[in-house]
């Protein structure tokens, strides 16, 4: 027997008493029942996305709203720039042309976040571009990229827009829509939300309406007028079939949310990944990021280990699954989550197991040693008796 | 948000694969799908006891069978001797005298085994006692004492037994009935079973059949007699109504087990007691017992330290549920479990858990002694690569 640790970031632990829920005999998504259950979590999900627009939920990955957001706003022959400084900003710059979308790519070193010059610069080279596509979390790189100053820029141009790939930072870290003027919104299901992957949540600025009006690329399943129009109060349903169980879940997750409180919720996963952070740095390993996420700590593995064997071990031998490297950082990183259901001894398990597995590939490692630093920092939650 | 996590010797969590077999639609007792599910299990059950007798499961608590062990035994005027070295001990000595049942008590001090010189001396002074009544694991001090050798003392006596309380052993140390020739084994649904509360277990030996046919305070619901007969191969199911759900939870328990291998299962018990051991000693906590048991340490808090206050602590503010100390013992010791579904992440987080709370006691405490020892441990369940 060995007990299994989900730690990776996405797909993450689901509570207890969200599965419960989920377990419920089955609603169907044509009844009042459903609707009203519908325009409550909706409501609760606009107060997480911090907006007085829809917050519109997809049957589909956070790939698909991706790709919404795109064919949403633009036409065939359309430019836009892309941040990609990671396998997630990568993919705009992938799903675009299959659209007949142009890209501006503005390559960012693995690692770092995005220059606001660098985006200033693009965006003088390129006024006809409708918009800016970034993550506000690069998962890949564990790096959090400047959100806010990139709305700044684009609020100044009448028909471009700034469109944040959000999917492990909304709920992760304070990120106003509204105040800060991003124009879309994206995540998913299955991080923050603490559900099952299935269901993506998107949400979109009246700036992002009115250019979408005369985007040609939105198709059928990807309409987002279609959607809001069903979605808005009076319909209180999806356009097509959702995932209803998700849904459900979704409605319960919130309510835990909100229950917590969003201040609570942020400073959590703060408290967790400055532990984390402090954890691996004193066991040697250097981090991947110069401005490192709240959602996921990336760190190297030490020098002459395999990385890829160590993560298998971990997850094979272990029962501790985190996430690898991708790209160009396949086998030498570990990437330990602390978004979603994540609590404190999770950090816990992940250092414990982190060293004790450096030791068995006999990495010089002082058992102990990152726990000890974690646990610094972690004992603040707690008040002094 | 706060996680919970339950490290006391019983209730111990439940696995999720049990869970989600015990959340089955209900299965009736009376009907051949049951019977093949009773026979399946009872067969199992009793290579857990190891015994060829018939291991037979009661609706009820562990203190249920331990008064069914008396009173299929003897008849009002009967003496018994009694092991009375902790809370479960004098339990003992507590049921007998409600069915007129006379108790020579051996007081053995908190903490110790009884010693066999005074189990022979207390046999020696009353030839005529029906039984000697032992806990194999003390569980109000972590002791264990010697089942084996007090067995062997009541082997050579004709109408005198061994009664065993293995309800926090069974499942945990290796302890063959028929080999060591115990004559009554008992065990609870919610210790190494890691079932919820409801359902004990009981296996004679045929010395012990043969001196129940003649006692007189077998009363109704708990007469094994009866329930002996409906068990057995033919009937397979219960005399009385059955706690159903925890039978099925069993049978899918008991293939967990049998899975994993009863070896491997008292090895991984061991490892975590001794990981366990070695933690709270780093830490200064001295261990309660001087032969400690491996379903759970117990260790005595600081000096200075109120343990009622410490054991509320890692309950109510961090989410840790331990067992605090019973009868003299309270608000002086911490108990922790390593029982049942149990696993070594478990026992870091016990550890990590009392770090941070003595520190937020103001003991002198170095956080991540304790997890590093347990780690020295521990990291030996796992290969150098």
Redesign the interface.
């Known amino acids: 027997?060995?007990?299994q640790?989900l730690l990776s970031p996405g797909p993450t632990m689901v509570p207890e008493r969200v599965l419960l829920r989920m377990?419920h005999p089955m609603i169907h998504h044509r009844t009042p029942q459903f609707s009203a259950l519908f325009a409550e979590t909706k409501q609760m999900l606009e107060q997480v996305f911090q907006t007085d627009n829809d917050a519109l939920m997809l049957t589909c990955s956070g790939t698909g709203a991706m790709e919404a957001s795109i064919t949403n706003l633009c036409s065939p022959g359309d430019t836009i720039i892309v941040v990609n400084g990671g396998k997630f900003g990568e993919r705009w710059s992938k799903i675009a042309p299959t659209h007949g979308v142009g890209v501006v790519e503005i390559t960012v070193e693995w690692g770092q976040p995005v220059a606001i010059a660098d985006v200033q610069a693009a965006l003088a080279a390129n006024p006809e571009v409708k918009g800016v596509f970034v993550q506000a979390s690069e998962t890949s790189t564990t790096t959090e990229h400047p959100i806010r100053q990139i709305a700044a820029l684009t609020a100044e141009m009448p028909s471009c827009v700034t469109v944040v790939d959000a999917i492990t930072a909304l709920g992760v870290i304070d990120m106003p829509m509204d105040d800060w003027g991003l124009d879309v919104v994206i995540s998913g299901s299955q991080k923050a939300f603490m559900l099952p992957p299935g269901l993506a949540m998107i949400a979109c600025s009246e700036k992002y309406w009115r250019l979408s009006a005369s985007a040609s690329c939105k198709g059928f399943y990807f309409d987002l007028a279609t959607e809001r129009k069903s979605q808005r109060k009076g319909k209180d349903t999806t356009a097509w079939t959702p995932a209803a169980s998700l849904i459900t879940g979704l409605n319960e997750v919130l309510k835990?949310m909100l229950e917590?409180g969003m201040e609570?919720?942020y400073a959590?996963h703060l408290l967790l990944a400055e532990a984390t952070r402090a954890g691996v740095s004193a066991l040697g390993m250097k981090l991947i990021s110069s401005a490192p996420s709240v959602s996921a700590t990336g760190a190297f593995v030490p020098d002459g280990v395999d990385g890829k064997?160590l993560f298998a071990?971990l997850r094979d031998?272990?029962?501790?699954t985190f996430a690898g490297g991708q790209g160009h950082l396949q086998g030498r990183v570990l990437r330990i989550a602390h978004l979603g259901?994540y609590?404190l001894?999770?950090v816990?398990?992940a250092l414990?197991?982190i060293?004790?597995?450096l030791?068995?590939?006999?990495a010089p490692v002082?058992?102990?040693?990152g726990?000890?630093?974690a646990?610094?920092v972690?004992?603040n939650r707690?008040?002094?008796?």
Chains 1, 2 share one sequence.
């Open positions: 027997m060995i007990k640790y377990a835990m917590e609570q919720v959590r064997a071990f031998t272990m029962g501790v259901y609590d001894f999770d816990i398990i414990s197991a060293e004790m597995a030791d068995r590939f006999g002082t058992l102990g040693a726990v000890a630093a646990q610094a972690l004992v707690f008040p002094r008796v």
